[in-house]
């Protein structure tokens, strides 16, 4: 078994701080410091292909840039390296969505990868016209994603469902290779729609046997559809050469929390209807220096201030291995990892662990064993960061 790794672009701005915002909060933090620029996440993207990161997340939202845009944009500047990309079902029709990922397949040479997001804030929903409650929304995209696997199989699709309605819907040219489903979510509800649909599942980092949970309980579910999905998990990393290293830049991060913005961003994501979000917050407890450590090398700081994944593997090259690797003896197949800034902590990443995980064998070179998968060096040709 090969392990499979992806990086993360920041679409809401970078910063040698932490960059919160998501589920209800607005950003927080210093992304003006590097804004979200096609140069800039280009150069991201180029170095987590150079590293041998498989595929690059990127986030949706009222509190970052467009998704689908961004990476149409950045995907011209790298070869190989795929796009995660996150969309919300409600926010545009099925067969368009099926059109647009077979679009982008053909024009990228089929590097698209697709995160549902279903949207736990039904404030967020409603700013863009979408009214429903949070479980029908979970039902519609079960209906969304029946659609769309029907039209990338050459189907014509009908459909008189709850919420969704098509009829006589086809594609006129098909995606090649079909994009894979990534699809998270912690409540009963997201459980059903992931054992039918989902591809991969993912969870946040939260401590192991709470995965181990997560996945039987997933795992039970789809076999009851016949099928049999991967899992994968959401990450933060802070790895350095020595653990000492390493809890220096947690601590750094956490000094540079302001305490108004912690108690604000916290009262926010309490109001949360993301049962996932619900267990980040319960993690850290809402505040405080002590106790972030939940787990030997998994912190719980980020959640103070970032909606969403809110922990982070933090140790020497060697114990962020080692915990990846319990993570692994888990069941998780894929991490989805990312670090302030963006563009630093892949290197750090990309250069001291993974060669680590190799030397395993829990890990190889997606392009080649130690050779760069582009012919130019990672920043050429992309614009200077501004």
């Known amino acids: 078994m090969s392990l499979t790794f992806h990086w993360f672009l920041p679409t809401n701005g970078d910063s040698r701080h932490v960059v919160g915002g998501g589920h209800g909060t ?22 987590a292909e150079h590293l041998g990161f498989t595929g690059a997340l990127t986030p949706t939202g009222a509190w970052c840039e467009d998704a689908w845009l961004t990476t149409a944009m950045v995907s011209q500047h790298t070869e190989r390296l795929k796009f995660l990309v996150a969309f919300r079902p409600g ?29 736990g804030e039904s404030q967020e929903q409603q700013a863009y016209g979408d009214f429903l409650d949070k479980d029908a929304r979970y039902r519609r995209t079960g209906e969304f994603l029946q659609i769309v696997r029907g039209l990338w199989e050459g189907r014509t699709v009908g459909l ?7 009829a006589d819907a086809r594609l006129a040219r098909l995606p090649d290779p079909v994009p894979e489903v990534y699809f998270g979510g912690s409540s009963a509800i997201a459980g059903e729609v992931a054992a039918r649909h989902a591809d991969v599942y993912l969870t946040w980092g939260e401590p192991p046997a709470q995965v181990a949970e997560k996945i039987a309980r997933i795992r039970k579910l789809a076999a009851h559809e016949g ?19 390493a809890w220096a830049e947690a601590n750094r991060l956490l000094d540079g929390f302001d305490p108004e913005t912690v108690r604000s961003v916290q009262a926010g994501l309490a109001r949360s209807e993301s049962e996932g979000q619900r267990r980040m917050l319960a993690l850290h407890g809402g505040g405080g220096r002590d106790g972030l450590e939940i787990h030997p090398n998994l912190w719980a700081g980020i959640g103070l ?15 962020v291995a080692e915990r990846i690797r319990e993570y692994a003896a888990l ?9 302030y800034p963006h563009l630093e902590e892949a290197y750090w990443f990309g250069e001291g662990v993974l060669p680590r995980l190799r030397a395993q064998g829990l890990w190889r070179h997606p392009y080649g064993q130690g050779a760069a998968p582009v012919a130019q060096a ?5 614009g200077s960061v501004r």
């Open 227 to 245: 099928r049999t999905p991967r899992f994968g998990i959401r990450l933060h990393v802070i790895t350095r050469d020595t653990a000492e290293q």
């Open 331 to 339: 069941g998780i197949e894929e991490f989805i990892l990312s670090g």
């Open 305 to 319: 201030v970032r909606g969403g994944a809110g922990t982070a593997l933090v140790g020497s090259h060697q114990e």
């Open 378 to 382: 990672p920043f050429a040709g992309v």
């Open 160 to 166: 008189r469902g709850e919420h969704l309605r098509v």
């Open 26 to 47: 607005p950003a927080t933090g210093s992304g003006r410091d590097r804004p979200p620029t096609v140069a800039y996440l280009s150069q991201i993207a180029r170095a």
């Open 91 to 119: 926010f545009v029709s099925p067969t368009l969505a099926a059109q647009m990922a077979a679009t982008f397949q053909r024009q990228t040479g089929g590097r698209l990868l697709l995160n549902v997001v279903t949207g």
